[in-house]
């Protein structure tokens, strides 16, 4: 008779796979799935009666703006709610880290009403690593995180709408290469949004050459949308294709043939493109 800590008996499972549903037993040890199917003989101090629900992995919200109430009970409580157990955050190229004090007042000011205030315990500055620490301490989601281009722009530029020069370029590198070492997934982009929209391609180009060699990802929020998605996707398309990066089109929208077109285009030449929209 074998033994675990929590038994969710007669479920439909849904693995993600793209395989069916299935009925089956489903059983927990420690903070991992020890076995999955018909487990009749199997006890544990914890069983629930999974009959008509479906067991599914947690569900990833690729694209949220609680950088300010990740750590927070309510939001914690209505992401599990909902079957999300991991936020992805730090999009469209503002957050609080890498950055200072000044540079967090600054996104903070501009950027508040999306994101939400810099927690206190990060307001002083901090990096990547010490933001990642910080989520992980207050609760019970995964948080992945994108370093953004705008924060990282602000921190060397300021809000200097100027053509970055070879050694701000080099300067915002190293910070990317940082970010990613300290556990960030990529980077973001804000192209709407300022400083983001001060950037030009050479300068995204760049940031992203550190992430295309640590096999991370490039994640924008493009420069347009609707009748303009094909001018966005095609400066995306051409900075996947110089700095060898894979892309993603956050909540891609505009006419549907433009779209599916463009990055059907990109994928026929080998760029690794991909995208989320909005429900």
């Known amino acids: 008779m074998s033994v675990f800590d929590v038994l969710l008996r007669g479920g439909w499972v ?22 999955i199917g018909h487990l009749p003989e199997a006890t544990a101090p914890v069983e629930i009666d999974a009959t008509g629900r479906y067991l599914m992995p947690g569900f990833i919200d690729t694209h949220i703006h609680a950088d300010a109430s990740a750590a927070t009970s309510d939001v914690q409580l209505a992401a599990l709610r909902q079957g999300v157990t991991t936020l ?44 990642l620490d910080f989520y992980d301490r207050a609760g019970a989601l ?9 924060t990282i ?8 709408p100027a053509p970055a020069t070879p050694g701000q370029k080099a300067a ?12 960030a997934l990529g980077l973001s982009t804000g192209l709407d949004y300022e400083p983001g929209r001060f950037a030009d391609p050479a300068e995204i180009t760049a940031l992203c050459q550190p992430v295309a ?25 051409q900075i996947a294709r110089d700095s060898g990066a894979a892309a993603h089109v956050s909540h891609y929208h505009g006419p549907a043939n433009m779209l599916a077109g463009l990055l059907d285009a990109g994928r026929a030449e080998g760029l690794d493109l991909t995208y989320d929209s909005y429900p």
């Not at 009925?23 to 076995?35: H, K, M, P, W, Y």
């Not at 722009?153 to 200097?160: H, I, K, Q, S």
């Not at 915002?172 to 556990?183: I, K, P, S, T």
């Not at 096999?215 to 400066?235: C, F, K, L, Q, T």
Request: include cysteine; aromatic fraction near 8%.
């Open 153 to 160: 722009r602000a921190e060397v530029m300021g809000y200097d």
């Open 14 to 35: 849904v693995d993600g796979t793209g395989a069916p549903p299935w009925r089956a037993d489903l059983a927990v040890t420690g903070d991992r799935i020890a076995s």
């Open 213 to 237: 060699r640590a096999g991370a990802v490039y994640v924008s929020h493009i420069r347009g949308y609707e009748a303009d998605a094909w001018r966005g996707m095609s400066e995306l398309t």
């Open 172 to 183: 915002m590198q190293r910070l990317v290469e940082a970010a990613l070492a300290d556990g």
């Open 142 to 150: 995964n948080v992945g995180y994108l370093a953004p281009a705008g």
């Open 88 to 131: 992805l955050l730090g999009q469209d190229g503002v957050s609080f880290a890498p950055a200072s004090a000044a540079t967090i007042r600054a996104v903070s000011q501009y950027f508040g009403p999306v994101n939400g205030p810099c927690p206190a315990e990060l307001a002083g500055g901090c990096d990547v690593a010490s933001l």
